[in-house]
């Protein structure tokens, strides 16, 4: 064996030790044991028993059948342990179905049948042996392929329903998290697949870009603290809770048309210190507590300037009728909001 041949056994070799220590790290040492770790540490175990079965093909001589397709079944479970680590980790106090477990019906059938492969029968001259070993090749990475996209898919639905602006720290991070981690699954699903397709692209290539990403995914794991997540961070926390409580306050009881408002008083009606009060509106509406209630009695005042029945009200009485104070203020929080004065946008001559 040669200088480079061993140089590639142990880059790739590293990388599966490390996915090993890392699946591990996990299951004993993490801070939070939760079924996510749990799931993420299983995924790492078994891409290393397939990641370990490429290697010993590429190097070795007359490896077993029983390897080689044990090795390649391994995928077949990885797939939904991927499915299932997404909705992990986005599903508040998620608990697995016993229903999920028939997803792993392929993975059982195929590391089984591999028992009952040998080398007499497993050849080249043999075409159902070859039929037999192409279609389980093209059934199992388009199996991995349609569970990649189903996570991914399940990824995009959240993202959608805790819009960039709404998101936590700890929502946003775990979202990065899962797109990273499903982006390294498709860059590994490639250089296995472009090998298959084209001859050119040597084996090796698997295990080494494994290796890689493998590295890369468990630096960024760390920075982003995901091992210490899951999908608590996306229940409706106390602040969500206290956000819709005062949302529904200001749409019910309309304080914001008193002109002495104040945010101790709201937080007097919501049962909650002013400073959580606050901060559920920082978070949630990204105002501060003036903004906020400005925008209410601007939305009122918008139908007031509009309304035909109400042109016999002049502005300063609109302004008075929806909590300001004074006029100067209704101007010029209705400048802020709508980008024009009262009088223009009464008469259509909006910006």
């Given amino acids: ?28 040492f993490t801070k939070k044991r939760s079924l996510p770790n749990l799931l993420l540490g ?27 397709f044990a090795g390649l079944s391994f995928l077949l479970i990885i797939g939904p342990l991927l499915r299932w ?14 229903r999920y477990l028939l997803e792993l019906a392929p993975f059982v059938l195929m590391f089984a049948m591999s028992f009952f492969l040998n080398k007499d029968w497993f050849n080249e001259n043999n075409k159902e042996a070859i039929v037999l070993f192409a279609s389980s090749i093209i059934f199992i990475y388009l199996h991995l392929a349609f569970y990649i996209f189903m996570a991914a898919r399940g990824v995009r639905k959240v993202r959608k329903t805790h819009p960039k602006a709404q998101r936590t720290k700890s929502q946003a991070a775990i979202l990065k998290w899962l797109r990273l981690l499903l982006v390294g699954f498709v860059v590994i699903w490639f250089s296995y697949v472009l090998n298959i397709i084209e001859d050119t692209v040597p084996y090796i290539i ?9 590295y890369y995914l468990s630096y960024r794991a760390f920075k982003l603290k995901s091992t210490q997540m899951d999908g608590d961070a996306f229940g409706k926390g106390d602040k969500a809770a206290l956000f819709e409580q005062i949302t529904k306050i200001m749409m019910e009881k309309k304080i914001y048309l008193e002109p002495d408002v104040s945010l101790a008083s709201l937080s007097k009606l919501v049962e909650k210190s002013a400073q959580k009060t606050s901060e559920a509106i920082n978070q949630y509406a990204k105002q501060n507590f003036n903004d906020f209630i400005n925008y209410y009695r601007i939305q009122d005042a918008k139908r007031m300037l509009l ?9 300063a009485a609109i302004a008075f009728d929806n909590g300001f104070s004074s006029l100067s203020s209704f101007n010029t929080a209705f400048k802020k909001f709508e980008g024009t004065t009262p009088s223009a946008y009464r008469s259509g001559k909006r910006t």
């Fill in 307 to 315: 309304d035909g029945h109400a042109k016999k009200y002049t502005i």
């Fill in 206 to 214: 698997g295990p080494i870009v494994y290796s890689v990403v493998i």
């Fill in 85 to 98: 680590y997404i909705l992990g980790m986005t599903r508040a106090r998620f608990a697995l179905p016993k």
């Fill in 42 to 68: 299983l995924i790492l175990i078994f891409m290393a028993f397939r990641i370990g079965k490429s290697v010993m093909l590429y190097f070795g001589d007359d490896l077993e059948p029983l390897f080689i």
């Fill in 1 to 28: 064996m040669g200088f480079l041949e061993i140089l590639l056994v142990v880059i790739s070799s590293a990388g599966l030790l490390h996915g090993v220590f890392f699946a591990s790290y996990l299951g004993f």
